[in-house]
Structures are given as C-alpha cells and as structure tokens.
C-alpha cells in the first residue's frame, strides 16, 4: 500500500504526517522524496546506514569529429546543446540524460559521461525502513533520485509512506505517480487554500484517489475546511495546533513515539486512510 503525502508547499505538516503516520503503523516504509530538503532522518535517526551514490549520463563532445550538422541540437527539446562560434556546446543543468544525441549522431562525435547527482541513504528506525534522496547542491532536477528511491520497499511491510517535493511540479509528479492513494495537507488560511488546491488539482488530474488532513486547528474558521466542503473533498482529521506538538516537532522528536495522545491521534487518522485506500 503505498500512500503519498503532498502539500502546495513547504512548513504545511507534510513530513509531520507522513513521518508520524511511518512510525504508528506496525511495519512501514517511509521514503523522503524531498530530495533539495530532505528531513525526515533529523526524525526517525535511522541507523546501520548504507549510502548508494546516483549518477546520470551527460553527453560529451569530441571537437574533431563534430561537422557542425546541428542535427542533435534541433533533436534537444530541452535546449541543452548549441552551436557556437563553430562549435557544439552542451549545457549540462538542461540535460535530461534521454541519450538521442549520442544515438543520433552519425560522426561518433557525442558519446556519454558519468556525473553524479547525489545519494541515496537507507537505514532502520524501529519498526520503519527509512530511505532519503539527497540531491547535490546546484542539481537541475532530483527525478533520478526519486526514481531510485520508489523502487525500495520491503515487500512484507504493509505501508509505504512516500513523503513528496511540496509543490505540484515534475518531481512531485514522479513521486505520486505509482501511489495507491494521496494525502494533501492543508494549512487553515486563505493561502493553505491556494496551496491546497494546487495539489488538488494535480491528484485529481493523475486521476489519483485522495483526501485530506487539516493541521494546525483552531476553534475558529477554518477556510481549507470549506474548501474541501465546497468541492466535496473526503477529510480525513484534524490535527490541533498545540505547544506540545510543536515543541516535539521542533525538537525533532516523533510524537507518536513521545506521547500517547498523539500515538492514539495518528493510529485512528492511519486506520482511516487504510480504509479509503481499500474502498
């Protein structure tokens, strides 16, 4: 069962609820896609730690062999070749390593280069499986990272938790693509409203089953709430915004392993998801 949790941006809850829903299931997987600011580890401190580097193919030119045909660069629909005073330029921040430049060129002139683009990381934490991308400073996209990390779970585990890139962007899309179902955290204001329905939109256009999970609840107007009343959005509970869950959260520490009350809070919001993902 594989559950993604998604938010319009960051500092909503994502990693809170995803961290936190990790740690009260039996046995569970918990992926930090997060890949530019990963920070689920400062949480569940896994240990026994295996790091594997990952690495893409960067096209690579050979001056002598290149005539200037320019076929690869109207090939490039990502603008990462050009030709320049007489000679073939690659950029490599704009290259997404498809590899039709090299098979294209007739005179041999491109071939491939290894360039690594970050890590990933797995260790344990109790009960949960942990994995983390960490993509290098200045890295034009995370995608390959993200790649790697979906294809780790263990398969007797019954949850994986695939804590998602805030936003609705390439990365966030690679990260739910292969989910069973999305959790969308919402802030209650106007602009948890704006970001909400930004994530809303993307799950609703892979056609993905989701609902939602209020954080930080007041006794007051709650303008996600009515967002969600409005378009009919299945909510799933409310997370209240109190001192004790924001000291835990700020020290890094797992509420549900810290404090019953939060253990019984976020078991009874996993039971709920579990039975919208088997409806």
Known sequence: MKIAVLSGKGGTGKTLVSVNLAAAANHANYLDCD?????GHLFFKPVDIQSEDISIKIPVV????CNGCRKCVDFCKFNA??????????????CHSCGGCV???????????????GVVQRGVSENVNVATG?????????????KNLLNYSNENDKYTFIDSPPGSACTTMES??????CILVAEPTIFG????????????LFGKPHGVILNKCLDEK???????????????????FEDELGKLNSNALIAVRENEKYYSLFSNLLKIVSKEVTK
């Open 35 to 39: 890949v530019e600011e990963p920070n």
């Open 103 to 117: 098979l294209l060129c007739k005179e041999d002139a491109l071939t491939e280069k290894t360039k690594n683009i």
């Open 176 to 181: 739910i693509k292969d989910a069973d179902y």
């Open 81 to 94: 070749l050009t030709y320049i005073y007489d000679r073939l330029v690659v950029f490599e921040s704009m």
């Open 193 to 204: 409203v704006h970001n909400l329905s930004m994530v809303y939109e993307l799950v609703n």
């Open 134 to 146: 960490i993509l290098n400073t200045g890295e034009a996209s995370g995608i390959p990272i993200i």
């Open 62 to 65: 050979d001056k002598m062999l």
């Open 222 to 240: 709650n303008p996600a709430e009515e967002f969600c009343i409005e378009n009919n959005i299945k909510i799933l509970g409310k997370i209240p």
